[in-house]
């Protein structure tokens, strides 16, 4: 008997993470929200690093100071996005979102599709601040999209998010090693080509085990594959094209870094320890960064660094990397949406939080004369600023991800994570390019 | 031939206090379980989005096209292939068992010291792990490294290895629980028993394997369906040790679940999913009962 409700209340236990999300589906809770002492009440929240938790603290003061009788709610979710997601999904099914919340780029479409975000094209347009503020076209665009045909970062779109920052992914290389090594630096304008790179990354080169300097790691694939002028999925983003020659060449070039030329961590070197810790102890040449990273490599790095334009395939002398963001979004059932859209506001255009937030090493300013300014002429690392601002105007240089532009994005986690094969040698990109392609088309199809 | 009347009443009242007891479970169980239980299965039959808010009867569809997915048995494959740590968990918590078991001095403080992972935050454990199985840096692999002047394999990278280092941890883990309720077990054999082999002139090892080990047999019964539930939704470790591991090695079914409710936003077919493994334990656990007639001595004879 005993036994018996031990099986059953497992089970049952089981049935409890739906029961969960069950249990708040129907009435709505919400109504004004009002505290004691006669404030209103307005939620936002974020994850993100204690840092950022803290410069979020900061700005939101400042916004509290300039609304009086307001009072924000931070509520700052620890642990990784997917951890935040999941609680944002949870909050959702218990009518309890909060009026702002972050949305990172990749999500963005299932969110705005399933109707969830509030539309704050006329909340911007009768906005002072907005009109008087000129931000990253890119960086609005990434949070458009068109009720009418369903697609996302089309210029025709309504504004769904203001962008918390916009973060270009940027190859970083580590100045005192190329020093010791006597390597010319990378010119800030002029990319190296593939052939140019590895050529330098096996000078960087030595040392063995835990102690071998690497040339290279981590090497981003999306840039490899769009530099060599293939992509994941077709212009409308319908049809997976990774089965295609210049796909698996550029993810051969990628994996033949450490399998053949042995300048980049293997699979198996990588999972011991991976490239960001490699890179932060100075045993990494180059590598890749956003924005985010500079606070730590300010205070946690002990070399010299910067950073350099994306290296060019030799074959068509194109250098791409990806751009990612979140949105600050306010929810579609939000009591307050005016006040709450004033807070997306302010922590994307404020002056004095951008400064602040540019000066903490978070972000590149969302505000386009801050940052072809005030933070280019900043003395703190990197020197050339500029190539994050290249990879931001330039559409050659900077495109969204591919998991950007697809509601489900588990064709692109499936890809992922059978990948290894290729990483550790068992199959040629070519092979698997061709085995994988209709197993990531089924899963893309059935996200729609 | 019996009256209605004082006898009954005192009948009455009894029944009355037992279901006084047995209320507020029952209640907890209607209240907290039997309602979302079909509440999910009905969930089941949708097409439940929780994003989009969807809820429309799609019929055994979800079931169908989980049942279609080479991903969900792979899933089952590598749950059912993580289970391997039950028996060998079973074993060596049994030797720690024997010898804990015996006079010896701080034998409380080994208690507790083997006993200590259960009481532990799953998370922490994982995080401690992810350093100690760790290829380069590891603590594991440093002490590989020095006995047999050979490199240690590369416990989180290696698809073939990933299964292997979820089973050790597993055993780790579990290892304190088990014991304890072996210790128990061991404490509930009568000593006459062993009386009996002392006078028919057996030594400690027939003692072992003629009355410890078969007297044992219901601890066992109860530690392998317990495992084997708990194996079957194995989640913890996977997600924050591994991950998916290299080509979806560490996917476990409810990692799957996990995967189709959480990042899908297809609750409908998580719920699908759900019932599938509740319905596998329950077949599992059914069957186990059935053969336990077989091998549980439960004193009858």
């Known amino acids: ?448 | 031939m019996k009256k209605k009347g004082t006898a009954s009443k005192l009948r009455r009242s009894e029944r009355r206090a037992g279901l006084a007891f047995i209320a507020p479970i029952f209640l907890q169980f209607t209240v907290f379980f039997l309602f979302f239980m079909g509440y999910s299965l009905y969930m089941s039959m949708t097409d439940w989005n929780i994003l989009e808010g969807t809820e429309n009867f799609i019929g055994l569809e979800n079931f169908k096209k989980v049942l279609e997915d080479p991903l969900f048995w792979k899933s089952l494959g590598n749950t059912i292939y993580l289970m391997i740590g039950i028996p060998v968990g079973m074993i060596l918590a049994m030797l720690l068992a024997l010898a804990l078991n015996r006079k010896m001095r701080g034998k409380t403080i080994y208690r507790v010291i083997v006993y200590l992972p259960a009481v532990t935050s799953t998370v922490a454990i994982a995080l401690l792990w992810r350093w100690i199985f760790n290829a380069e840096y590891g603590i594991l692999n440093m002490i590989i490294q020095q006995i047999t002047g050979k490199p240690g394999p590369n416990w989180l990278g290696d698809p073939a290895m990933v299964k292997i280092t979820l089973i050790l941890l597993g055993v780790w883990r579990g290892l304190g629980n088990t014991m304890l309720l072996f210790l128990a077990g061991l404490q509930n054999v009568p000593k006459e028993y062993y009386e009996v082999v002392d006078v028919a002139g057996g030594n400690a090892w027939h003692k072992l394997r003629y009355v410890t080990l078969p007297m044992m047999s219901p601890t066992y019964f109860y530690v392998i369906i317990t495992g084997v539930i708990g194996g079957l939704q194995a989640f913890g470790d996977q997600f924050i040790i591994t991950g998916l591991g290299p080509e979806h090695s560490a996917m476990t079914v409810v990692y799957y679940l996990y995967q189709k409710g959480f990042t899908e936003y297809n609750m409908g077919a998580a719920c699908a999913v759900a019932w599938l493994l509740s319905l596998f334990i329950m077949a599992v656990t059914l069957i186990q009962f059935k053969m336990s007639k077989r091998w549980v001595y439960d004193g009858s004879h």
């Not at chain 1, 642990?79 to 909060?98: C, F, H, I, R, W």
């Not at chain 1, 006329?122 to 068109?146: C, G, H």
């Not at chain 1, 499936?414 to 990483?423: A, G, L, M, P, Q």
């Open chain 1, 1 to 448: 008997m005993k036994m018996a409700k031990r099986i059953v209340s497992l089970m049952l236990a089981l049935v409890m993470v739906l029961a969960m999300a069950a249990c708040g589906k129907g009435k709505t809770l919400g109504g004004e929200s009002v505290d004691n002492e006669g404030n209103t009440v307005i939620t936002f929240a974020g994850w993100g690093s204690l840092a950022e938790k803290k410069i979020f603290t900061s700005m939101i003061d400042e916004f509290e100071k300039t609304h009086p009788g307001v009072k924000v709610n931070y509520q700052h979710i620890p642990g990784s996005q997917e951890d935040y997601l999941v609680k944002l999904t949870s909050l959702l099914a218990a009518n309890k979102m909060p009026d702002v919340f972050y949305i990172h780029s990749d999500e963005f479409y299932s969110w705005v599709d399933a109707g969830r975000l509030e539309n704050l094209t006329p909340y911007m347009q009768a906005s002072e601040v907005a009109a008087n503020t000129t931000v990253w076209e890119k960086s609005l665009n990434i949070f458009r999209y068109d009720s009418a045909t369903h697609q996302v970062g089309v210029e025709s779109g309504d504004l769904y998010g203001l962008p918390k920052d916009l973060g270009p992914w940027a190859m970083v290389y580590n100045k005192t090693l190329f020093e010791a090594n006597g390597i010319p630096l990378p010119d800030p304008e002029v990319p190296m080509t593939w052939s140019e790179f590895v050529e330098v990354c096996k000078k960087l080169t030595s040392g063995k085990g835990v102690n071998k300097v690497f040339g290279t790691a981590n090497y981003t694939l999306e840039s490899a594959v769009w530099s060599n002028g293939a992509d994941f999925l077709n212009k409308d983003h319908t049809q997976v094209t990774v089965d295609t020659p210049e796909f698996a060449e550029a993810m051969q070039w990628v994996a033949d870094l450490a399998l053949v030329h042995g300048v980049s961590p293997t699979a198996a070197e990588d999972s011991a320890s991976g490239w960001f810790t490699r890179w932060c102890n100075g045993k990494v040449g180059m590598a890749w960064m956003g924005p985010w990273d500079q606070a730590t490599f300010w205070d946690s790095v002990s070399f010299e660094w910067d950073i350099m334009p994306t290296p060019v395939s030799d074959k068509t002398g194109k250098g791409v990397t990806w751009l990612a963001s979140a949105a600050l979004c306010v929810s579609k059932d939000s009591k307050q949406k005016q006040l709450a859209y004033e807070l997306a506001e302010f922590l994307s255009m404020n002056v004095e939080a951008q400064k602040y937030n540019y000066e903490a090493g978070q972000a590149v300013p969302n505000i386009v004369d801050m940052a072809k300014n005030d933070y280019l002429a900043m003395d703190k690392a990197p020197a050339n600023k500029q190539v994050f601002l290249n990879i931001i105007e330039d559409a050659e240089k900077g495109q969204f991800k591919p998991t950007y532009y697809t509601k489900n994005t588990t064709w692109f986690t499936y890809f992922y994570s059978e990948s290894s094969k290729v990483w550790n040698g068992d199959m040629t990109a070519a092979e698997f390019v061709k085995e994988i392609q209709p197993k990531m088309q089924e899963r893309l199809d059935e996200g729609k």
